[in-house]
């Protein structure tokens, strides 16, 4: 191995340890925000378990919670990216199903913050 390579390697670890640290260390939420057409239309508590069917005008989605994690298991939008994101628990994070302008969002009334500035 060239010492140039070792160099990237050793830049490569200093830049994804912390990235790796921040990832695993992200809070999980309490609740899940649903919202459609940017409105909230309901908060679901991550803590009980469910299945809960939501419709627009433009098609429906069903979310189901499960051991405080969120995903939506049933859709009638084309490509169902929606299905495939899979569940959700951290906060911040969110499933979204662009065709039906629906969303769901892991939040928490735990204050968190990204930076402090003094």
């Known amino acids: 191995m060239k ?13 994804l340890i912390p990235i ?4 695993v260390n992200t809070k999980s939420g309490d609740k899940a925000l649903v919202k459609s057409d940017g409105q909230t239309i309901d ?3 991550l803590s009980v378990d469910g299945t809960y069917r939501y419709e627009n005008k433009y098609g429906f989605n069903i ?5 405080k994690n969120v995903r939506v298991i049933e859709a009638d939008c084309p490509g169902h990216d929606c299905i495939n ?3 959700i628990k951290r906060n911040n994070e969110s499933v979204i199903c ?8 892991i939040s ?3 204050e968190e913050y990204d930076v402090v500035v003094q």
């Open 3 to 15: 010492k140039s390579d070792l160099i990237l390697i050793a830049i490569a670890v200093i830049i």
């Open 20 to 23: 790796a640290l921040l990832l």
């Open 43 to 45: 908060v679901l508590d």
């Open 63 to 67: 979310v189901e919670v499960r051991d």
């Open 85 to 87: 994101k899979g569940f």
């Open 98 to 105: 662009l065709p039906h302008h629906f969303e769901v969002i």
């Open 108 to 110: 928490s009334d735990k």
